[in-house]
C-alpha cells in the first residue's frame, strides 16, 4: 500500500515538473513574441520617421533631381559648390571663382549645382545661415537664385552677430528685381526652411565638412581658382 502511495506522490511530482516546465516555455515564447513585435514595431517606426525627414520639405524650382541644389547650365562636367551664406571663405572665393563657374554654364562646358548648405548657424544668434540659404530657395522660386546669392555675398554680415535680418533680405531680393510680396511671402513663412534643412543634412551625409567644397565630376577640387576650376572640368570633359 505505501509503495502505491509512494507511487502516486513520485508521479504528481513528475506532473508538477511537468507543468511547471510548460508554463516556463510559454512564459518564454510570449515574452520572445513580445519582444519580436516591440522590435518590429520600433523598426517600423523608425523607418516612417526616417522617410518622413528626408522627404517632408519643399524643393525650389530650379533643384536638381533629389533636391539637394540649385543647377545653372546643362554641361556634360558636373560641379557642385556648397557653400554658406556666412561663410567668409566662401565669399572669398565667390569674389574670385563665381564668375568662371557664371562662364562654364552660359559655355555649356559645366553644369554647376549650388548647395546652400546651413553649417554655421552656431555663428548666428538668429540662424542666419537657415534663413539666409531659405531665402534663396525664394529667390530660386523667382528665377533669381543666382543673382540673390551673389548679392547675399555681397552684403554679408559678419560672424557672431544677429545677421541680416528677414527685412533686409527681402529688401536685397526687392533689388535685384524679385517681386517684393511674393518673394518676401516666401521669407516671412520660411517656405524652404525644410529644403535647406534637407539641403544640408545630405552634405552632411555626403561627408561635406567645410565650406566652400567644390566637386567636379564628384573629386574634390583642391585648385579653386579661376585656372584651377578651368583646367579640372577640361581635364574631366575628355
Partial sequence: MSSRKGQRDAARVVRQQLARERRRRRTIWV???????????????WAALSSQQSDDFTTPPGANADGTGIVTG???????VYEDFLCP????FEQTSGSTLEQLAAENKAKVVYHPVAYLNRFSTTGYSTRSSAASGCAAAGGKFHEYAKALF?????????????????DIGADVGL???SFGGCVKDGTYKTWTEHVTEEASR????????????????ADRSPQGITAAVAAAGK
Fill in 179 to 181: 517681386d517684393r510680396a
Fill in 74 to 80: 546643362g554641361g556634360p562636367v558636373t560641379i557642385d
Fill in 89 to 92: 571663405a566662401c565669399n572669398q
Fill in 206 to 221: 555626403s561627408n561635406i565638412t567645410g565650406t566652400p567644397t567644390i566637386l567636379v565630376n564628384g573629386q574634390p577640387l
Fill in 31 to 45: 515574452s520572445a513574441a513580445a519582444v519580436a513585435v516591440l522590435v518590429i514595431a520600433g523598426l517600423i517606426g
Fill in 154 to 170: 555681397a552684403k554679408q554680415p559678419p560672424e557672431g552677430g544677429a545677421g541680416l535680418s528677414d527685412d533686409e533680405l527681402i
